[in-house]
């Protein structure tokens, strides 16, 4: 099973970009009830919001062999930029950056391998601003679409 989590706060701009695609995805067809139509394999998607650790055992009585997060992270990119992250490369992503979650990123993702055994990746979005009561970005709300694209992809492989 393939598990899709978004991540993010919609209160903080391009913060919501992880809600966002998730939402995206559930248009389509994919929710965290459903199993997708494209293929015999199920794809869940969840909304996790800024609280990913709070989806631990909904997570682990899933049982998903991949865990793909969707959250957007300061990577040096341009706004809008996304890029696929190994498990080890969140752990160096996280080291002196702040986080708007309540946990940072890399424990939730460490506390997911432990509990799962699942292969986790992060889809990260270069984030153009990400302050209080502000709206998404042009350049990130333009990069849905092909995020949406992207993780279909990854989905098939």
Not at 7 to 13: E, F, P, Q, T
Not at 130 to 135: A, G, K, L, P, V
Request: net charge negative.
């Amino acid at each position: 099973m393939l598990l899709v989590l978004g991540v993010g706060n919609r209160l903080r701009g391009d913060d919501a970009v992880g809600c966002l695609v998730c939402d995206e995805l559930q248009k389509t067809g994919h929710s965290s009830n459903a199993h997708s139509p494209l293929s015999p394999s199920s794809l869940i998607v969840m909304d996790c919001g800024n609280t990913p650790e709070n989806f631990l055992q909904p997570i682990a009585d899933r049982k998903p062999t991949r865990i793909l997060i969707v959250d957007c992270c300061s990577f040096g990119g341009e706004p809008g930029e996304f890029r696929l992250f190994s498990r080890e490369e969140i752990e160096q992503l996280s080291y002196g950056l702040l986080s708007t979650h309540t946990l940072p990123l890399n424990l939730a993702v460490e506390m997911l391998a432990l509990e799962t055994k699942a292969s986790i990746e992060l889809l990260g979005i270069q984030p153009q601003q990400m302050e209080f009561n502000t709206d998404v970005s042009p350049a990130v709300r333009a990069a849905l679409p092909a995020l949406v694209q992207f993780i279909r992809d990854w989905f098939r492989a």
